[in-house]
């Protein structure tokens, strides 16, 4: 009864290399993130996307491209991978359509390791 | 320098005390969040205490926020060991699509 699952767990790669990470959630939410987790535990939010459209792209490198083929699924894909892209990637889920304040709490998945060498 | 900035990055105690985090952060807000991390897993929430409101609790959880000061305090009483984790408060800031978290508490508890 995962609520927000990614896949993989753990990724390892060389540099340059194309690479993807799956989201989805079963919650029945309007809104999903993608957050980026640091060697220094400081979480960054990447993207965030409300039924399918993009609401927030956090300054990320075209190199990223954040993809929502329905409200239910969030996929991040990354060319051309640097060695500044070893981090911890978190998909999470928000419930109600994106309007302020929205006093919502996030629901988040397990993570995936990325590490690239 | 981030919008959310937790006090002390570490603390480590003994089971049973209480343990007290804290949180500044810069901007007008919505709202403030806690959340915990466990070891290799994703954040977990905890608690959401809204601009206008002092002081929340639940179960073992107490947050206080003063947005004179723009601070938070997490207290856990009574700690167990299960309560070993990483700890984030995060703000809804005022017209931003966005919630911010700081960098985080690691909390041990010594058995």
């Known amino acids: 009864d995962t609520a927000v699952s990614q896949t993989p767990k753990y990724l390892v790669t060389q540099m340059g290399n194309d690479k993807s990470i799956k989201c989805e959630q079963n919650?029945?939410?309007?809104?999903m993130y993608w957050y980026k987790q640091d060697s220094k535990k400081f979480l960054k939010i990447m993207f965030s996307?409300?039924?399918?459209?993009?609401?927030i792209n956090e300054t990320v490198p075209n190199r990223f491209s954040p993809k929502s083929p329905d409200k239910a699924h969030l996929n991040l894909h990354i060319n051309s991978l640097e060695l500044g892209d070893s981090a911890v990637y978190f998909c999470?889920?928000?419930?109600?359509?994106?309007?302020?304040?929205?006093?919502?709490?996030?629901?988040f998945g397990s993570g995936t390791q990325l590490s690239v060498l | 320098s981030q919008q959310g900035e937790e006090d002390p990055q570490a603390l480590s105690i003994q089971e049973g005390e209480n343990a007290t985090m804290n949180c500044s952060y810069k901007?007008?807000?919505?709202?403030l969040q806690w959340y915990r991390q466990n070891s290799g897993r994703g954040l977990v929430h905890l608690i959401l205490?809204?601009?206008?409101?002092r002081e929340k609790h639940s179960g073992r959880l107490r947050v206080t926020l003063d947005t004179s000061k723009k601070s938070s305090s997490l207290l856990i009483t009574a700690s167990r060991a299960a309560d070993t984790a990483s700890y984030f408060c995060?703000?809804?800031?005022?017209?931003?699509?966005?919630?911010?978290f700081g960098q985080g508490t690691r909390l041990t508890i010594n058995p």
């Open positions: 999470a889920s928000s419930q109600s359509p994106w309007k302020l304040p929205t006093n919502e709490k996030l629901f």
């Open positions: 919650l029945g939410h309007d809104t």
């Open positions: 996307y409300n039924n399918k459209e993009l609401i």
């Open positions: 901007t007008s807000i919505n709202n």
């Open positions: 205490i809204r601009s206008n409101e």
């Open positions: 995060a703000t809804e800031i005022q017209g931003a699509q966005k919630l911010v």
